[in-house]
Structures are given as C-alpha cells and as structure tokens.
C-alpha cells in the first residue's frame, strides 16, 4: 500500500498525539501523591519556632 504525502502527515501527527498523550498519563500516574507516602512522616518530631509557639499559646492549640 502506498502512502501519499498526505496521509504519511496525517499518520505521523497521529501517532505523535498518542505519544505525547501516553507520556503525559504516565506522568500524572507518577507524580499522585500515595497515602503510604505521609506515613513515614508521622513519627518524625516536630521542632516549633518561637513564635510558633507564641501563636499555638494565644489560640489555646495544642502541640499533639
């Protein structure tokens, strides 16, 4: 079968969008963040500043 110049354009802008297309998925599939991730966090301590603080002690909240 012989492509014409046109359709060669056609299926070349064809196949680029379904690159293009797969890469950007793939992306957004990576870049979710997992709930698994902030777990590791939550044993971490927490270091206040001063002022920090200050602003925890005027609106009654507690560091837990």
Not at 1 to 16: A, D, E, P, W
Not at 22 to 41: L, M, R
């Amino acid at each position: 079968m012989k492509l014409t110049n046109r359709q060669k354009s056609q299926l070349f802008s064809v196949i680029l969008l379904v690159v293009i297309g797969g890469i950007t998925i793939f992306q957004n599939q990576k870049n979710k963040a997992n709930f698994n991730d902030f777990e590791d966090n939550t044993n971490k301590k927490i270091y206040y500043t001063k002022h920090a603080k200050c602003r925890m002690d005027c609106r009654e909240i507690s560091k837990e």
